[in-house]
């Protein structure tokens, strides 16, 4: 069994930043990858970002290349995701994921919300 939670989200104004923390406990060495996902009110949860753990690999969502990093330290079984020119449409709710094997783990979820 994996645990995530999330940390680091809240209100900002359009074009400011945020960072989201995401912190892996039990199974942790298990963990091929981990990820962030949104999902805002009336839509679909997306994919924001992706990383494995083991090679540091990346993936964007085209929307957020540029703006967004994800990273990793895996001494403190964390994740990151650096959001950086945010936007009002961005206001979401933010999971971490984590797939290990065939399992996927969710986090409670973060709220981010982009308003002046």
């Known amino acids: 069994q994996v645990q995530l939670v999330e940390s680091g989200g809240g209100l900002v104004q359009p074009g400011g930043s945020l960072r989201l923390s995401c912190e892996a406990s039990?199974?942790?060495?298990?963990?091929?990858?981990m990820g962030w996902y949104r999902q805002a009110p009336g839509k679909e949860r997306e994919l924001v970002a992706l990383i494995a753990m083991v090679a540091g690999n990346t993936n964007y969502a085209g929307s957020v290349k540029g703006r967004f990093t994800i990273s990793r330290d895996n001494a403190k079984n964390t994740v990151y995701l650096q959001m950086n020119s945010l936007k009002s449409e961005e206001t979401a709710v933010y999971y971490c994921?984590?797939?290990?094997?065939?399992?996927?783990?969710w986090g409670q979820g973060t709220q981010v919300t982009v308003s002046s």
């Open positions: 039990g199974s942790r060495a298990s963990i091929l990858g």
């Open positions: 994921r984590a797939t290990s094997g065939w399992t996927i783990y």
